[in-house]
Nanobody
Framework: QVQLVESGGGLVQAGGSLRLSCAAS????????MGWFRQAPGKEREFAAA?????????YYADSVKGRFTISRDNAKNTVYLQMNSLKPGATAVYYC?????????????????WGQGTQVTVSS
């Protein structure tokens, strides 16, 4: 089991950028594939981005964020990042990071083992 703590959320104007961080502890971070998900009020949690375990050579994005969001990882810092550019009001949500033991990525929420508490992102128009 790994503990996850997200940070970096906040209020930003449409078109702006934010970088979310997720610090992991309690496990060998490089052995986990990592994902970012988001949940808007009244909606189900949805996949945003994922990165494979080990060196993070494989990344995977939802169509809605492709080209604007970038996921990356720093195994030396036990941290995964989500760089979000050209933010739209529809991106307003609580953003969660999640860990899945193993190398392979997935967009399925039920295939992740551990979750953080989330960080609020609000995009104003």
């Amino acid at each position: 089991q790994v503990q996850l703590v997200e940070s970096g959320g906040g209020l930003v104007q449409a078109g702006g950028s934010l970088r979310l961080s997720c610090a992991a502890s309690g496990g060998t971070f490089s052995r986990y594939a990592m994902g970012w998900f988001r949940q808007a009020p009244g909606k189900e949690r949805e996949f945003a981005a994922a990165i494979s375990g080990s060196g993070g050579l494989v990344t995977y994005y939802a169509d809605s964020v492709k080209g604007r969001f970038t996921i990356s990882r720093d195994n030396a810092k036990n941290t995964v990042y989500l760089q979000m550019n050209s933010l739209k009001p529809g991106a307003t949500a609580v953003y969660y990071c999640a860990a899945r033991f193993g190398v392979l990525t997935t967009r399925r929420t039920d295939e992740y083992d551990d979750w953080g508490q989330g960080t609020q992102v609000t995009v104003s128009s």
